[in-house]
């Protein structure tokens, strides 16, 4: 019952996304990031945002919100992951956004944002298929094949007011 309704929601998902685009598919800018730092709870925060989303107008489409947090094992007093930890740790979520995104021309999600602070890693995506990234998530969490302590949470925020703080920010 459950696969069924997963195969349900993704076709209605499919449908409603071709409706809103009258058939045509969606032009998806190139991702142009910018870097902030910033601090919070007097602990240093580094901020990567793509800023090609800012005027982004098909967010209805990408209404679904993804939220990865990887907690480092390397971090220096202030809570920044080592050189060496940062490396591995960016590596692994650059091979996650891949498989999340899926198809280049017309992606099934949209690299929004990165989040280093306090032993933490959080990688934002809007989603246009929630399904499909929870079902690989999941079963990344429930096959332990995760080098890093992960979690995350799907939810659905068609106009983008839960990430909008990501759009805001200026270089």
């Known amino acids: 019952m459950h ?4 195969i349900v929601m993704g076709l209605l998902t499919s449908l409603f996304s071709f409706s809103q685009t009258g058939g045509k598919d969606v032009i998806i800018p190139e991702e142009k990031f910018a870097v902030v730092e910033s601090s919070a709870d007097d ?3 580094i901020i990567v945002v ?11 489409l990408y209404g679904w919100t993804c939220s990865l947090v990887i907690q ?12 060496d930890e940062s490396n ?3 590596d ?3 091979g996650l956004d891949k498989i999340i995104k899926g198809d280049d021309t017309q992606p099934n999600a949209l690299y929004l944002a990165r989040i280093t602070w306090n032993g933490t890693c959080e990688v934002i995506w809007q989603v246009k298929d929630p399904n499909v990234v929870h ?3 999941g079963n990344i969490i429930k096959t332990e094949t995760y080098p890093r302590e992960l979690d995350y949470r799907i939810e659905f925020d068609e106009k983008w007011e839960k990430v909008s703080v990501y759009n805001n920010i200026k270089p």
């Open 3 to 6: 696969k069924l309704l997963l």
């Open 92 to 94: 692994y979520i650059e």
């Open 135 to 137: 079902e690989y998530l």
């Open 72 to 83: 480092f094992k390397d971090t220096a007093m202030n809570g920044m992951p080592t050189i």
């Open 50 to 60: 793509n800023t090609s989303l800012r005027k982004f107008k098909h967010k209805k």
């Open 88 to 90: 591995f740790v960016y």
């Open 43 to 45: 602990k240093p925060a």
